[in-house]
């Protein structure tokens, strides 16, 4: 098997790390000997804006407003974590990054200097309705309805041009999936187009 590359988008609340979890387990039965490097920059940005320094204190006033941060900062995270961890030869997921076009044309430069054969592209298509009752469903302290709908907005305007670029650019393979099923069809769904069977 080929290593795979993986790069999942959809609106909050649509299931990305749900499925991606499920791909993980399943390509570590199917390909145990290699290993899968996982980049989710949620968890590293939360502890950057937790440092001491200038910057983090700056992009620590623009989260508490819940602002949109600088386009240079998630590329110097996830850009940083791939110069440290990049190996060169196991699967590699992504989750919650390139989520604007200056991003993705950065990640794109990255994927051919690092050569990665074909990534993928995984899409999972819900609607805003879904995804808002979804998101109130789960009842984080975090999930109000102001909140909902300031990341739904989001997605629209900064995450989908970033997936049309994906989208129309022949280097990737693109796929669409219906997210408003039960998890165990969306899995079987990004299975398929993913031909792997499992």
Same mark, same amino acid.
């Given at each position: 098997m080929q290593p795979r590359t993986v790069i999942f988008y959809g609106r909050s609340g649509s299931g990305?790390?749900?499925?991606?979890?499920?791909?993980?387990d399943a390509l570590t039965q199917k390909d145990p000997e290699?290993?899968?490097? @996982?980049?989710?920059?949620? &968890?590293?940005?939360?502890?950057?804006?937790?440092?001491d320094s200038y910057t983090s204190t700056l992009a620590r006033k623009i989260a508490d407003t819940?602002?949109?941060?600088?386009?240079?900062?998630?590329? !110097?995270i996830w850009t940083g974590m791939l110069v440290t961890n990049m190996k060169?030869?196991?699967?590699?997921?992504c989750d919650g990054l390139v989520r604007r076009y200056p991003e993705a044309l950065v990640f794109d430069s990255a994927m051919q200097f690092y050569k990665r054969e074909r990534p993928d592209v995984v899409n999972i298509n819900v609607?805003?309705?879904w995804a808002t009752e979804r998101l109130k469903e789960r009842g984080r302290h975090d999930d109000t309805s102001g909140?909902?709908?300031?990341?739904?907005? !989001?997605?629209?305007?900064?995450?989908i041009p970033a997936i049309h670029?994906?989208?129309?650019? &022949? @280097? @990737?393979?693109?796929i669409d999936v219906n997210g408003e099923q039960t998890r165990e069809d969306v899995f079987r769904d990004i299975t398929a187009a993913l031909k792997l069977s499992v």
């Amino acid at each position: 098997m080929q290593p795979r590359t993986v790069i999942f988008y959809g609106r909050s609340g649509s299931g990305k790390s749900t499925q991606l979890g499920l791909l993980k387990d399943a390509l570590t039965q199917k390909d145990p000997e290699r290993s899968i490097f @996982y980049i989710q920059t949620g &968890d590293e940005f939360r502890k950057f804006i937790g440092e001491d320094s200038y910057t983090s204190t700056l992009a620590r006033k623009i989260a508490d407003t819940g602002g949109l941060q600088p386009a240079f900062l998630p590329i !110097w995270i996830w850009t940083g974590m791939l110069v440290t961890n990049m190996k060169g030869n196991e699967h590699f997921f992504c989750d919650g990054l390139v989520r604007r076009y200056p991003e993705a044309l950065v990640f794109d430069s990255a994927m051919q200097f690092y050569k990665r054969e074909r990534p993928d592209v995984v899409n999972i298509n819900v609607s805003e309705e879904w995804a808002t009752e979804r998101l109130k469903e789960r009842g984080r302290h975090d999930d109000t309805s102001g909140a909902i709908a300031k990341r739904l907005d !989001w997605f629209e305007t900064e995450v989908i041009p970033a997936i049309h670029y994906f989208r129309e650019n &022949d @280097y @990737y393979n693109f796929i669409d999936v219906n997210g408003e099923q039960t998890r165990e069809d969306v899995f079987r769904d990004i299975t398929a187009a993913l031909k792997l069977s499992v």
